[in-house]
């Protein structure tokens, strides 16, 4: 049996993906992560760093004993039909027994972005104060 809970948790900006398996003997399972050819992968221990342009994500591996990790070459497509060659993220191992396992996604702001946006909020906010001081004269 399996059974897949997908949870955001608005205050840390992270979605939490547990799958739990309910397996009748010993069983070879297979986790992968097809990811798109432009993103960048930087292992950083238990942690993997996703970015592509200036979107950045660390992706943690929430695995019971017995599973590994590892990036190996695999495949996008963008459409039906079409195959193109990008790097695969891969949990595998032999489990038994009801296990649960999965990944839990956290969203990096990039420095640009963060600017981008302060600026934006300053620029309403003078906005706004211009506006008000129009008004009261």
């Known amino acids: 049996d399996h059974r897949r809970e997908v949870a955001f948790q608005a205050a840390g900006m992270t979605w939490a993906v547990t799958d739990t398996l309910e397996l009748q003997g010993d069983h070879e399972v297979v986790w992968r992560l097809h990811l798109h050819p432009e993103v960048r992968v930087d292992e950083q221990g238990e942690r993997w760093l996703l970015e592509r342009g ?10 019971p004993e017995g ?11 963008p459409g039906y039909g079409c195959e193109e060659p990008a790097r695969t993220l891969v949990m595998a191992g032999r489990l038994t027994g009801t296990v649960e396992a999965g990944f839990v996604l956290g969203v990096q702001f990039q420095v ?24 009261l004269k």
Not at 54 to 63: F, K, N, P
Not at 67 to 77: A, D, I, K, M, N
Not at 114 to 132: E, H, P, Q, S
């Open 54 to 63: 200036d979107v950045a994500v660390t992706l943690q591996w929430v695995r």
């Open 112 to 135: 640009a972005f963060v600017f981008c946006l302060l600026v934006a909020i300053l620029v309403f906010r003078n906005t706004m104060l211009g506006r008000k001081r129009r008004y």
């Open 67 to 77: 599973l590994t990790v590892r990036l190996e070459q695999g495949w996008y497509s």
